[in-house]
Structures are given as C-alpha cells and as structure tokens.
T-cell receptor, first 111, second 111 residues
Framework: NAGVTQTPKFQVLKTGQSMTLQCAQDMNHEYMSWYRQDPGMGLRLIHYSVGAGITDQGEVPNGYNVSRSTTEDFPLRLLSAAPSQTSVYFC??????????FGEGSRLTVL | EDKVVQSPLSLVVHEGDTVTLNCSYEVTNFRSLLWYKQEKKAPTFLFMLTSSGIEKKSGRLSSILDKKELFSILNITATQTGDSAIYLCAVDRQGAQKLVFGQGTRLTINP
C-alpha cells in the first residue's frame, strides 16, 4: 500500500543551490500535482500534470520546474533555491474523480 | 480570482463538545467541494460534496453543501482528542485538476 511516496522528507539547502524533490505513485493515476504549505496560507498549487508528457503551471510556479516522463513519477526541481521557498511540499495524485491522495510531505529549509 | 475562505482559523474546545467549521467559496466552474483532515503529515480525505442540500455523514462527522449561498459546513459531534487536527476545505473546478484550498481551521480538543 505505498500510495504516493515523496523523498526526501527533510532537506536543508543554502541559497542558490539546486535540488529535486521526488514523487512516485503506484495507483496508476493520471493526475499529479505539487503543493506547498505555509503557515496561515493553506496549500497552494505549484505545478500539475494531467498525464505523461503534459504539465501546467499552478498558482505559484516561479522558481520551480517539473516534468512527467512516466505516469508514476513527477519530480519537482528547484533550480536556484531562495529563502522564500522554505516550506512544506506535498505531492498528490488523483483519478478523474478529483479526490487527491497526498504524500507525507517534504520539509525544505533554505538558509 | 478563485477564493476559498475558512472560519474560524483556530478553535479550542473541550472533549465532548460539538463544533462547526465553515467554508465559503467564490470560484468559476465549480465541480465539487472536498474536506480533508491533516494531523501531523499528509492531509487525508473526509468528504466530497457535489450536490446542494445532501448531507454526507461518517460516524461523528457530517458535512453539507449550499451551492446557492456558496458555502459548506463540517460538523463534528461528541469531539475526542483524536479529532485535533487542521481541517482543510478545497474546491475542485470543472475542466482542470486544480484544487483551490482554504487556509485551514486548526482544531484543538482538550481533555
């Protein structure tokens, strides 16, 4: 019962460093998405994908890149980390019904 | 701009009390409203509401949607300490897999 798996769970970066948050799902869901969660602001959509090879921007895409080469995987890349990207990141997947299944989150700190 | 607003943002009650959490929304192409519970890690799905006036119920939790007045409520009766969590409301829009989340309500149940 893996569901949605995110790695790493914790990461500390220095300003300007790059990194990739990995996300994999084993439910054969077409839709995958990345959210960030900041105190008092709920979850905000960064990028999403409706299938392999198709991605689109959400509410807060700046500073992040994504790709979707397979149905299972949807990595999120930070090209040049900034302190404003300190947050908890959630990957999620869903079938066509729209109910999202979330990974356990990745806590990122940018110094 | 699509918007989901939850109230109150924080609530502290005693075990056994009944609580009502509110969610109002202004979105284009509404499809459904979803409630999630978030304890320490990933949000977990509670309810999906698509039709106005039909109550969804699961044990001590229930929820109803009013599509005319654009709001939903989540009721929890006979609260227990295990109900302590952040409760998130989100709205799904037709034609896109883009959930818009509210800020969340942090519920604390004291013994």
């Amino acid at each position: 019962n893996a569901g949605v798996t995110q790695t790493p769970k914790f990461q500390v970066l220095k300003t300007g460093q790059s990194m990739t948050l990995q996300c994999a799902q084993d439910m054969n869901h077409e839709y995958m998405s990345w959210y960030r969660q900041d105190p008092g602001m709920g979850l905000r959509l960064i990028h999403y994908s409706v299938g392999a090879g198709i991605t689109d921007q959400g509410e807060v895409p700046n500073g992040y890149n994504v790709s979707r080469s397979t149905t299972e995987d949807f990595p999120l890349r930070l090209l040049s980390a900034a302190p404003s990207q300190t947050s908890v990141y959630f990957c999620a997947s869903s079938s066509i019904t729209g109910e999202l299944f979330f990974g356990e989150g990745s806590r990122l700190t940018v110094l | 701009e699509d918007k989901v607003v939850q109230s109150p943002l924080s609530l502290v009650v005693h075990e056994g009390d009944t609580v009502t959490l509110n969610c109002s929304y202004e979105v284009t192409n509404f499809r459904s409203l979803l409630w999630y519970k978030q304890e320490k890690k990933a949000p977990t799905f509670l309810f999906m509401l698509t039709s106005s006036g039909i109550e969804k119920k699961s044990g001590r939790l229930s929820s109803i949607l009013d599509k005319k007045e654009l709001f939903s409520i989540l009721n929890i009766t006979a609260t227990q300490t295990g109900d302590s969590a952040i409760y998130l409301c989100a709205v799904d829009r037709q034609g896109a897999q883009k959930l818009v989340f509210g800020q969340g309500t942090r519920l604390t149940i004291n013994p």
